[in-house]
């Protein structure tokens, strides 16, 4: 999609991990390896695009903590650098790049769930709204009580599975409430949770990403 | 010094508490209903104010400034408390404040036992277990504010820090009354249950003696104390006994009268959603002739200095105990404050708690949280609670990592191991291959329905997609062998 507008588009393989899990799991030792090696692959790309609100927000709360921490001007210097050229993916079309209407084409119905990392430590706004409306074909329907966490966590997921699996019995019953075909986010782990229960319940809810949808261009939006 | 925080030292970790709290369906929807309505109404209530986000700020800034310099406006409150009348007394921890109550008790009540001292607005000594120690001696408390004395008539534990009795409907307190007080007819009407509520107190406000308070504010500059609330119980609580014993945190002191300014807009409004609240009572030391003529203070610490040695500890104590982050907490709006095992529930009380107490207990507590944020988002006072919940963390992970079951738990083995297969991405695809390999035997109709360990917890109720054939990486890479070829193509089928 970010080719079709025109871009080039770099993966560098020997990326892992922003190390978040780590973090915000307590293992902040741990977390500083990944940390570095995440500055030193993307220290010199224009922009770098993280289809993760979650990843940019362990990169905006936390690195320069972290690298202060480390006592490395170099380091430092860094990742000072380079964060103002990190963008969540929404962010990097609508605020970077200027762009509302990637040309897409998708003929069906969709909530959007604003996750928690992107709506109040992002500050995306409407931002995804915004790419979502500008869609041929595509009926957004509200998701009701659409701020509330969807109970994923990170490692809270599996360290308190029973809260995560009652939040995330909340967040579906909404979610089949709209009614919609599909059920997107800009965060891949909550909507592996998301996923998770729709799946477990029978229903027939899909999960897709921002960038998958925004990424269609075939007039029956190429799901199966 | 020992420091004790309510009942947490018996509690159990929170997954296991939060388990069986899930099971109560009554409780969740009293908990799901009362959350909501508070936090509508706080919506409505901030959303009117243009000048929110600077009134957080200022309110902020008043508690950093004031919890740097805390040892001056403390002693300079202390000062002109007593000179205007009262007395001040310094606890360094639960069993000092509780004896230092005990002893004035006794020396203005006498040691007949069964002494009734009236109580109102104190959950510093809910955390002391004030009430534990003074039947222990022979003395009888009585809570007076309305949810307070719900908890207390039903042998219960406050379960929400503004409302404590939020897990009750009024079917539940109506039970509780009818048992308590004698009244078989009594009716679940809020009028029955408020002239109940009355008639019961009424007697037992007019012969008390003593009261015990607590406190939302101390006021350096004028030796003033003052407590908030909607029922006018605390007025009656502060005004009519002879001798009036108050116990405050260190951490509630402000430097002058003109930082109510902020605290009072932003208090109410946190707290029940209210502009204001309909009775503020501020007192200063002892007036002649009207009021209590006996005035005691007991300043707690209580674990509380401790947290001033660190720059992102030390935001704990900023609280004025609103109570918004349990509002808008997803995590307590499944499981209610009792499975939190403190009297400090929610997002607030999984950083204070353990703090308190050094993290000898709810170790467990800084995890009850997914660090979605909603609480920071309506802090009066800014208090970044994910972020000091990520440093309690790792506070504990560097501790179990100390010793040697925590250095060989599955958690610390499985976090070692990835942290390795992460810092190379050789590795890292090999381990994808691994996984794709070794997932076969988990899956059913395609999916990963019962996986082993902590992965468990996740297949337990939930599905897992299994990982691909191709993964983006190999998809990448097969794309970039032909790179040239593919991209040219596609050139030419966009033009």
Known sequence: MIERLGHTVEFPVQQTCCGQMHYNTGYHREAVP???????MFRDAEAV????????????EHYVMMAEAENDPAFLADVHSLLPRVFEFSELLVNRLGIEDVGATFPHSV??????????MLHVGDAPVKLLRSVRGLNLLELPNKEQCCGFGGTFAVKNPDVSVAMLTEKDACVVQTGAEIVTALDNSCLMQIYGGLHRSGSKVRTMHLAEILESIEPTGGLA | MSVIVGKTSQAPDFPIAAKSALKNDQLRRNVAHATNVIRNKRALRVEEMPDWEDLRQAGSDIKAHTLAHLDHYLEEFARNCELAGGKVHWARDADEANSIAINLIRHYGGTEPGLEVIKVKTMTSDEVQMNHALEAAGIKPIETDLADMIVQLGHDEPSHIVVPALHKNR??????????????????????LTNAARHYLRDRFLRAKIGISGANFAIAATGSVGVVESEGNGRMCVTLPEVLITLIGIEKVLPTFADLEVILQTLPRSATGERMNPYNSIWTGVTPGD????????????????????EIERETLACIRCGACLNACPVYRETGGHAYGSIYSGPIGAILSPQLQSLEHSRSLPFASTLCGACYEVCPVKINIPEVLIHLRGRVVREDQKTLGGKLSAENIAMQTVATVFQDHRRYEAAQRLARIGQTIFKRDGQLTNLPGMAGGWTRSRDLRPIPKQSFRDWWKARDKNGEETREKKAEERA
């Open chain 1, 49 to 60: 695009c993280v289809p993760s609100a979650s990843c940019v927000a362990m990169m905006r």
């Open chain 1, 34 to 40: 990944l940390v570095r090696r995440f500055v030193e």
């Open chain 2, 171 to 192: 079917v539940e307190i109506r039970d509780i009354f009818r048992k308590q007080m004698g009244l078989p007819e009594l009716t679940e009407q809020p009028e029955d």
């Open chain 1, 111 to 120: 909530t959007y769930h604003p996750s928690c990392h992107s709506l109040r």
């Open chain 2, 291 to 310: 009021g209590p003529q006996a005035f005691h203070v007991i300043l707690l610490d209580n674990g509380r200095t401790r947290l001033l040695e660190d």
